[in-house]
């Protein structure tokens, strides 16, 4: 283990530690060996942020349901707005392995709040269906979230001068994966008033039947694990698949999606050197690369899986400064395209 870098998980503030461990705890006492999820126990730990009309830290937030018998329905981020301002809109997955939170939970919405204020864009935080429901579940719902924005009759809500346009879409873990399947669907399906500009990859949740060397030697990492992550998408595959699925291996042998032929969108991708994922997600960068898209990588060697989750880390501040300066470089790209 001398090899591995230094986890800054020894510099998060102990509030936050024991709530990573109350939630490991619930995490790892909920699952169940056939894949199911004991949801009373785990609802115990999960605790909910309701939406706020009234300003709260310059954000305001509300919810619009899409499809009540799924419970889809996605919380709106509303930052303080000056009336010339032109403003982008992030279309934002939460993480959670498939099978965890929502875009209610306090650590969600903390984030989407914080990312709000932080890049002045209105946030659309998805909540999309758990485990037990399998893929595609998941990726539907991301879409008919999607589809239903598209439809200018729904976007009420939206302040006037929301640009839809310049529209990006991002996910952390799990949800980092959900974009980037969300954003070649809409390259394939082609929507009619959203214009994706941008993919935001936050440290996104890929894999593979091969166990690689960051998985094999980070043995130790707060958050997640290895034996945690093929319980999860043993949860989420389809029965009988194994983590070659395209859904987890999006590059690999069994991939259905050649994306050098789609006009694919500008992608971020974020690791962490203390993520056991970290392997996975450079093979997806470099896949991109492969494809002849744009690409660019973020590294942070020290950072552990959902390390944006703690705002008074130094990461989650380069994190949020790199993600703004990501969305005003292709806001001024798309604008000189256009003139």
Not at 20 to 44: E, H, K, P, Q, W
Not at 280 to 302: D, F, N, S, T, V
Request: net charge positive; glycine share 8%.
């Amino acid at each position: 283990m001398s090899n591995n870098p230094t986890s800054n998980f020894q510099d998060v503030p102990w509030k936050h530690r024991f709530f990573s461990s109350m939630i490991g705890f619930a995490v790892n006492f909920s699952r169940r060996s056939d894949g199911t999820i004991n949801r009373y126990i785990m609802n115990l730990f999960d605790f909910k942020a309701p939406p706020s009309q009234q300003l709260f830290d310059g954000v305001k937030t509300s919810d619009t349901v899409v499809d009540a018998t799924r419970n889809l329905y996605f919380r709106l981020f509303l930052p303080s707005l000056n009336q010339d301002d032109d403003v982008p809109v992030i279309v934002y997955f939460h993480g959670g392995g498939f099978a965890y939170l929502s875009a209610s939970s306090i650590p969600c919405d903390d984030f989407c709040r914080r990312l709000c204020k932080k890049t002045g864009a209105v946030i659309i935080s998805v909540n999309y269906r758990l485990a037990p429901h399998k893929y595609p579940s998941q990726y539907d719902d991301g879409f008919d979230v999607l589809k239903f924005i598209d439809d200018k009759a729904n976007t009420k809500n939206l302040p006037f001068n929301v640009n839809l346009k310049q529209r990006f879409i991002a996910g952390n873990s799990a949800g980092g994966n959900l974009a980037h399947h969300m954003a070649v669907k809409a390259c394939e399906y082609g929507l009619r008033n959203v214009k994706l500009i941008g993919l935001i990859a936050i440290q996104p949740f890929f894999g593979g039947e091969e166990r690689t060397e960051s998985e094999t030697r980070i043995v130790d990492a707060p958050i997640i694990s290895v034996k945690g992550t093929d319980w999860l998408w043993k949860a989420f595959l389809p029965e009988g698949s194994d983590r070659n699925h395209p859904a987890c291996n999006v590059f690999g042998p069994k991939s259905v999606h050649d994306i050098s032929r789609l006009k694919f969108l500008a992608t971020m991708v974020v690791v962490g050197g203390f993520d056991p994922m970290h392997d996975w997600q450079i093979r997806y960068y470099k896949g991109l690369k492969k494809c002849g898209k744009e690409a660019c990588l973020i590294k942070y060697p020290h950072a552990f899986h959902t390390f944006y989750g703690v705002p008074e880390l130094k990461e989650t501040c380069l994190l949020m400064e790199a993600v703004k300066g990501f969305i005003e470089r292709l806001i001024n790209l798309n604008k000189e395209g256009c003139s």
